[in-house]
């Protein structure tokens, strides 16, 4: 079974208007931590967002933001105000298993089929 | 510059060639993980090494294997290629010994077997 599905191959936005990409995991961990890497064209995994399930409030990171709804096992991306240099790939991603000191086998994360987003002018 | 590196950049071999992919973690970071990207499987997981021992498989081929020296660098080898080893194999590490999350991906290796 998929632990990270993103539904959304492709999507379109045009230049300043926001935009949604979707994620859903499933996981019966209760404790863990979803993420979400960019990979423009020249193939490296930036970083965006991180939001534990313990967290309390939805993360934001400037322009980036997670809607992070737990029951229905949802963590999705929203970029407002897009710009020119967001189109790339986006992945959402998936830690089980509680962070912390003592180098954990639980750290891998696990990977959606990640979704193309095209900015328009 | 993430603070992770990863060298070679690109490496083309042909058919049943070994190679060896190289990662320098972030500074203090004990933890390594190996992804592999490709078209077909999309990015998974292949191994974890924390201060130098072995923590967690995934699916990695009997033909791939991997370590962490003793400074912390973690090298990749990949035996008996195939076509179907064509991919770009990223390395991460983490900081795991304060609780932190932040995985920090080098720019990966693209490997093209021909």
């Known amino acids: 079974a998929q632990k990270i599905t993103q539904t959304q191959p492709g999507m379109f936005v045009q230049e300043k208007e926001a935009v949604t990409l979707d994620c859903t995991y499933d996981?019966?961990?209760?404790?863990?931590?979803l993420f979400w890497y960019k990979q423009p064209s020249s193939g490296e995994m930036i970083f965006l967002i991180y939001?534990?399930?313990?967290?309390?409030q939805n993360a934001t990171e400037g322009r980036y933001s997670l809607n992070f709804q737990k029951a229905r096992k949802s963590a999705n991306l929203v970029i407002s105000a897009s710009q020119l240099g967001d189109s790339a790939m986006y992945f959402c991603?998936?830690?089980?298993?509680?962070?912390?000191?003592?180098?954990?086998?639980?750290?891998?994360?696990?990977f959606g089929q990640g979704t193309i987003l095209t900015v328009h002018p | 510059d993430s603070g992770v590196t990863q060298t070679p950049k690109h490496l083309i071999t042909a058919t049943g060639q070994r190679v060896t992919l190289r990662c320098s973690p972030r500074?203090?970071?004990?933890?390594v993980y190996w992804y592999q990207q490709s078209l077909d499987q999309g990015l998974q997981f292949l191994i974890q090494?924390?201060?130098?021992?072995?923590?967690a498989k995934g699916n990695i081929l009997e033909r791939f294997s991997a370590q962490q020296f003793p400074d912390l660098h973690s090298e990749l080898n990949l035996s008996s290629l195939e076509l179907g080893d064509s991919a770009l194999y990223f390395c991460?590490?983490?900081?795991?010994?304060?609780?932190?999350?932040?995985?920090?991906f080098g720019s990966g290796t693209r490997l093209t077997v021909v």
């Open positions: 991460a590490s983490r900081d795991q010994s304060g609780g932190g999350d932040g995985y920090t």
């Open positions: 996981t019966s961990d209760p404790s863990y931590g």
């Open positions: 939001q534990g399930s313990y967290d309390q």
């Open positions: 991603a998936m830690r089980e298993g509680r962070s912390g000191a003592g180098g954990t086998s639980y750290g891998k994360l696990t």
């Open positions: 500074s203090g970071d004990l933890s």
């Open positions: 090494y924390y201060n130098g021992e072995e923590r």
